[in-house]
């Protein structure tokens, strides 16, 4: 009985380790590097997602984390075109 438990259990974490790999291998398909100006302060930032847009968006939110303060100057900045985009090899 216990060697059935202890079979149980490594293939409980072998299914699990599986669905976690299937559905996370999509999700840095997209790496970009984008270089933001705010109010004079530069700053650049990378990013991988599933989607380029999405990765194009956390790495301008990341690079304005770092340039605006306050929550008004994040948006402001968020909504400001940047000063560079680069597309860079996925995974």
Known sequence: ???RGVWIVVLFGAAFAAIMYNSTRGLSQYRVEVCMEYEGRGACRTSSAATGEKARETA????CALIASGMSDSIKCQNTPPKKVTKLEGK
């Open 60 to 63: 301008t939110m990341n690079a």
């Open 1 to 3: 009985m216990k060697n």
